[in-house]
Every structure is written in structure tokens, then in C-alpha cells.
């Protein structure tokens, strides 16, 4: 159930023929909400760059897809960015401040996925208060759309992938028992700014959150803090689609309670290598235009990324030499803060 304020959410309204673009649309308008994406806008972003940082923090990285659950004796920061039309969703409990992460990339994996993260964060007290981050997903419909959420019963056909994916999460939220306390919701028009053109862009397309308090400022990341082991973390998310295993569920990645990463293992097809293969020559426009949905949206780096995943691909077209007898990769910190692999 969710909470707004210290008090249950709930709506009036029976104008909607789904409840959860309901939910939505009158959490967009909660004037505590407003007032919380209003602070959380004007805050500058943090830059992070772990070969700048003199006395290291213990940082824990998400790529889109993943999830973790961290100890904030542990772990000082979590955090995610290259977030467009995907959501970064934030839960800590209010006594123990286990705070758990997740870059959700689709509806399809709501169910389940907010079920893994609730697994050690509740520490079996369904009652337990917990605060509640939604970052990301700006509005990728046109201007002359842009009201369609508020107004339509057939919203999904011109929402974009950023309205559906928000409309689940506040709906599952809302219909499950634990005591879910919004505190951001930064998301669609809060998280939405336009070029001359009317070319939409997030205001910001990550975060950082302070284990020991709950903070959370805005955030983007570099290639030095994007890890360990990025190049396969990457590969997983493209490849998961279509490995059975983890349908429904976000990519398990960290392990909560010996602070190391446990890459688990991830099989790609060869129909999926042989895409890929046709998809090296094209221009850097034309992929962009095909990799993405959001083009106008993405970082200046996002084709270079694609291309060194996509080289990786080609080197180790057999994913068992990245995951030998099946088994995870596992990287533990060094006592200067980088990570090495077990």
C-alpha cells in the first residue's frame, strides 16, 4: 500500500478504466510530491569518478536490469544512471536502512522484481515503514500528446515506454501489503525538459543514494565508476531477453551480505550474435536511430558503448567462456577500493 505523507494514498476519482494510470495521475498532481520533484530538481548533479576520489567510498554500481540490495554497514553509496525511459526505483526501511535498488527497464518484470528486492529489505516485518524513490522515465510522447495520461482511456497507445512502465509500479505498489511511504516521484513531467524543436530530455538520467541517511541527489556516472566487470554486465541485459531463466525477474548481481559482486550467468543465442554482426557497420546515426527509444535523449557515449559491447560479442561469441561451467563471475573490493575478480 502506498502512503503519502504519513497518510494512505488513495483516489476518488472513478472517471479511469484502469486503476493504475489513476494512481499515477493523482500522485503526479499530490502537491507533497510536486513540492518533493520541485527540491529534488533544483539540486545540482553529482559527477561521480572513482579514479578521482582521494579516500575511497564504497560505492555499489546498477546497470539497467539490475537490482541490489545493500548494507549501509557496508556500502556508503548506490546508485544508477543512463536512465531514459527506464525507472530507477529506490526502497529503504526506516529502521535498518537496508536500502535496495533497482533500474527497471519494463512492466514485465514489476511483479517479480519488486519481490527480490523486498526480500531482505522488509527483514521479516511485512509492517515495516519503507521510503520510496521513483527517478527517470521522462515523457517520451509528442507535445500534442502530452496530456493523453490524464485524459484517455487508450493512453498505452501513445504513453511511450516510460508511462506503462510507471503506471505498473505505482499500481503493484499500491495492491501489495507492505507499507510503501512515496518520498520522490520524479518521473514523466517532473523529469521532463524541451529543446526549441519540442525534443523531450530527462533533467537528470541517474541518482546517488546515502546509505546511512536515505539521501538521494541527482547523479551521473563515468566509465571508472560503472563496475566491476561493465562489458559483460552490459551484454546480460541484451541477452536476458531471451534466456528463459530470468524472464520476469531483475538481473541478480550483488551479494547483500559479503559485499561482493556475483555476476550471475547469462546465455546469449546465435541468432542474437548474427544481429549483431549485421548491426557493425551501419553509421553512428543509424544506430542510434535502431538501439534506441529515445534518440534525442541518450549520452554522448551511448553508440561508443554499444560498440564495445557489441566487440566484446564478437571476440567471445560463445558465452560459456564468460561464464565457465555455469557459474557467476565474482569480484570482491581491494583495500583501495577497486575490485578484483575471485
Known amino acids: 500500500m502506498i502512503f503519502v505523507g504519513g497518510l494512505p494514498f488513495s483516489t476518488d476519482s472513478s472517471s479511469f478504466s484502469s486503476q493504475g494510470i489513476e ?75 537496508m536500502t535496495s535498488v533497482a533500474h527497471f527497464d519494463s512492466p514485465a518484470i514489476v511483479d517479480i522484481g519488486l519481490t527480490q528486492m523486498l526480500s531482505l529489505v522488509v527483514d521479516g516485518n511485512p509492517s515495516a515503514a519503507l521510503d520510496v524513490h521513483l527517478i527517470g522515465g521522462f515523457d517520451d510522447v509528442s507535445p ?31 495492491k501489495r501489503n ?28 541517474g ?9 538521494l541527489i541527482p547523479a551521473s556516472f563515468d566509465r571508472t565508476s560503472r563496475c566491476p566487470d561493465e562489458i559483460v554486465r552490459r551484454i546480460r541485459v ?24 556475483v555476476i550471475a550467468p547469462c546465455c546469449w543465442t546465435s541468432r542474437q550474435l548474427r544481429n549483431i554482426m549485421m548491426l557493425q557497420n551501419p553509421s553512428d546515426a543509424e544506430v542510434l536511430r535502431l538501439r534506441s527509444t529515445s534518440p534525442y535523449a541518450e549520452g554522448p557515449d551511448f553508440v561508443e558503448t554499444l560498440r564495445r559491447t557489441w566487440n566484446y560479442f564478437a571476440k567471445h561469441p560463445d558465452w560459456r567462456e564468460s561464464f565457465p561451467m555455469k557459474q557467476p563471475r565474482i569480484f570482491e573490493r581491494t583495500a583501495d577500493g577497486d575490485w578484483k575478480r575471485c
Open 178 to 205: 507492505e507499507k510503501f511511504h512515496i518520498q520522490t516521484l520524479f518521473v514523466l513531467g517532473h523529469n521532463t525538459k524541451r529543446d526549441s524543436q519540442g525534443n523531450a530530455y530527462p533533467i537528470f538520467h
Open 238 to 261: 541484451t541477452s536476458s531477453y531471451e534466456d528463459t531463466s530470468w524472464n520476469g525477474k531483475l538481473l541478480e548481481t550483488y551479494d547483500t551480505q559479503t559485499d561482493r559482486f
Open 23 to 97: 494512481i499515477l495521475v493523482t500522485l503526479m498532481k499530490n502537491p507533497i510530491l510536486e513540492s518533493a520533484a520541485r527540491s529534488f530538481s533544483s539540486i545540482e548533479e553529482t559527477k561521480v569518478s572513482c579514479s578521482e576520489t582521494s579516500a575511497p567510498n564504497k560505492y555499489v554500481y546498477l546497470f539497467q536490469g539490475e537490482y541490489a540490495t545493500v548494507d549501509p554497514s557496508l556500502v556508503h553509496y548506490v546508485g544508477t544512471d543512463e536512465a531514459t525511459t527506464c525507472v530507477g526505483l529506490v526502497i529503504s526501511n526506516r529502521v535498518t536502512r
Open 207 to 215: 541518482f546517488l543514494v546515502e546509505t546511512s541517511t536515505g539521501s
Open 144 to 174: 500534442s500528446h502530452a496530456n493523453v495520461i490524464s485524459t484517455s482511456e487508450s493512453y498505452t497507445e501513445l504513453a511511450g515506454y516510460s508511462t506503462p512502465l510507471c503506471v505498473k509500479l505505482v499500481e503493484t505498489m499500491q
